[in-house]
T-cell receptor, first 114, second 114 residues
Framework: AQSVAQPEDQVNVAEGNPLTVKCTYS??????LFWYVQYPNRGLQFLLK??????LVKGSYGFEAEFNKSQTSFHLKKPSALVSDSALYFC????????????FGPGTRLSVLP | DAGVTQSPTHLIKTRGQQVTLRCSPK?????VSWYQQALGQGPQFIFQ???????QRGNFPDRFSGHQFPNYSSELNVNALLLGDSALYLC?????????????FGPGTRLTVT
């Protein structure tokens, strides 16, 4: 079975500081990994994905994520946080060998303080 | 290029009633997935439609049913509503032939059951 864990419910960071939002996953096969962001009363917006190749993936709005197969992690990072980055972040996994649906983590609320 | 659209935006129903939610996929997409996002949780996969058939289903009771039309749009129906069905219902569209199967989400329908 596929599963995603986001160990932190809330992450607080000062504007201009680097941020990290953590994600670990479990799949039986090789994963496709995704990060989505959700603003209040909005749907999910795609940030980035890992398919294959380079373990460091760059996405929208200056975000990047590092895939670590041995640690089964896919942490989201940004070198310099903005107040406008404050939102709910979801990590998702799709097992290439099982079905077409995504399994989402519980979400991490990011607060960037001015 | 129109993205994924959903209607209505908000809906209030009484326990025991039935509800229908609608989704139009992103232009060029042929597959629609539905997710339920309860307050404070990540999206949970309900089911997926492709070629007007349900292709995969998550752990949801038969009260949840759907339909896909020849133009790829989709409906989610929930019968005998329970208070626990109150949630944000998200529709996501994708292209079946895409190996990566990236999903694009609509803004969601907020269902409140009283």
């Amino acid at each position: 079975a596929q599963s995603v864990a986001q160990p932190e419910d809330q992450v607080n960071v000062a504007e201009g500081n680097p941020l990290t939002v953590k994600c670990t996953y479990s799949v039986s096969g090789n994963p496709y990994l995704f990060w989505y962001v959700q603003y209040p009363n909005r749907g999910l917006q795609f940030l980035l994905k890992y398919i294959t190749g380079d373990n460091l993936v760059k996405g929208s709005y200056g975000f990047e994520a590092e895939f670590n197969k041995s640690q089964t992690s896919f942490h989201l990072k940004k070198p310099s946080a903005l107040v406008s980055d404050s939102a709910l972040y979801f990590c998702a996994v799709r097992d290439r060998n099982y079905g077409q649906n995504f399994v989402f983590g519980p979400g991490t609320r990011l607060s960037v303080l001015p | 290029d129109a993205g994924v659209t959903q209607s209505p935006t908000h809906l209030i129903k009484t326990r025991g009633q039935q509800v229908t939610l609608r989704c139009s996929p992103k232009s060029g997409h042929d597959t629609v997935s539905w997710y339920q996002q309860a307050l404070g949780q990540g999206p949970q996969f309900i089911f997926q439609y492709y070629e007007e058939e349900e292709r995969q289903r998550g752990n949801f009771p038969d009260r949840f049913s759907g339909h896909q039309f020849p133009n790829y749009s989709s409906e989610l129906n929930v019968n005998a509503l329970l208070l626990g069905d109150s949630a944000l219902y998200l529709c996501a569209s994708s292209l079946r032939s895409s190996e990566i199967y990236e999903q694009y989400f609509g803004p969601g329908t907020r269902l409140t059951v009283t």
